[in-house]
């Protein structure tokens, strides 16, 4: 079965720094571009970053550019979104999201099928 667990999430301050990770099993992770969203309460679910399933653009959201980076490792088969810089309008669920691509360079115009649980990253000021 697809599984998808986030982790590294917490509480940190203003122009603070996060690395979540997204680790995926029962799927070839090299075929599937991998997404992060948030959702803040009361608010509508977003797309921060992708990454294609074939090495190459990736797609950020304007609010984070330059603040955030994903990458990914295919031998763990783990995503991660280092955060920088955060911000307390950052402040949400992070969730790790998953989609067969299969020699896809692109991730940014696709539905996603597979979820993770979220992990929770919290900004103060």
């Known amino acids: 079965e697809v599984q998808l667990v986030e982790s590294g999430g917490g509480l940190v301050q203003a122009g603070g720094s996060l690395r979540l990770s997204c680790a995926a099993s029962?799927?070839?992770?090299?075929?599937?571009?991998i997404g992060w969203f948030r959702q803040a309460p009361g608010k509508e679910r977003e797309r921060v970053s992708c990454?294609?399933?074939?090495?190459?653009?990736?797609y950020y959201t304007e609010s984070i550019k330059g603040r955030f980076t994903i990458s990914k490792d295919n031998a763990k088969s783990t995503v991660y979104l280092r955060m920088n810089s955060l911000k307390p309008e950052d402040t949400a669920v992070y969730y790790c999201?998953?989609?067969?691509?299969?020699?896809?360079?692109?991730?940014?115009?696709?539905?996603?099928?597979?979820w993770g649980q979220g992990t929770q990253v919290t900004v103060s000021s």
């Open positions: 029962g799927f070839t992770f090299v075929d599937y571009a």
């Open positions: 990454i294609s399933a074939a090495d190459g653009s990736n």
């Open positions: 999201a998953a989609v067969f691509r299969a020699g896809s360079y692109f991730c940014d115009m696709y539905e996603y099928d597979y």
